[in-house]
């Protein structure tokens, strides 16, 4: 059973995209890729969508959003009921948003300034474990916001 990632983009993020689908193919994972290779304007929202849609289908270990900012996507996906899409702006983040959080998509930004690469912030989440527990309990309490 190979392991599994789905992922889509809008136009401010082409070229992180197709960056981080050669490093998680590299990793080992299948990628399936709905964003866009192009720099035409299409709309965030419907990326964010289109990924996170897929992603509740089950059969993946996570989803990553890609917008200019990571802003707009992830405030697009966690929209969407079952959804934890945390926004990582570096290793630190992106290892608790695993361990603390649980997260099931990640956002980032194809025209920020990252202080670490991209790369080592994706294998950071990747590489980290949830540590259950009290944390469980939070998220419990996170997703029971939903309504």
Not at 5 to 19: H, P, R, S
Not at 100 to 108: E, K, T
């Amino acid at each position: 059973m190979s392991l599994k990632v789905v992922m889509a983009n809008d136009q401010g993020a082409v070229e992180l995209a197709k960056k981080m689908k050669e490093h998680l193919e590299k990793r080992g994972y299948e990628v399936n890729y709905l964003g866009i290779d192009h720099e035409e304007s299409i709309d965030y929202p419907d990326q964010a969508e289109k990924c996170c849609r897929e992603y509740l289908k089950g059969g993946y270990e996570f989803g990553i959003v890609l917008c200019g900012t990571g802003i707009g996507i992830s405030m697009a996906a966690n929209k969407i009921k079952g959804i934890r899409c945390a926004l990582v702006q570096d290793k630190y983040s992106s290892e608790k948003a695993k361990q603390h959080n649980n997260a099931n998509i990640l956002s980032f930004g194809g025209r920020v300034e990252y202080k670490e690469d991209p790369m080592e912030i994706l294998d950071a989440f990747i590489d980290a474990k949830f540590e259950g527990g009290r944390h469980q309990r939070r998220i419990d309490k996170i997703m029971a916001l939903e309504g």
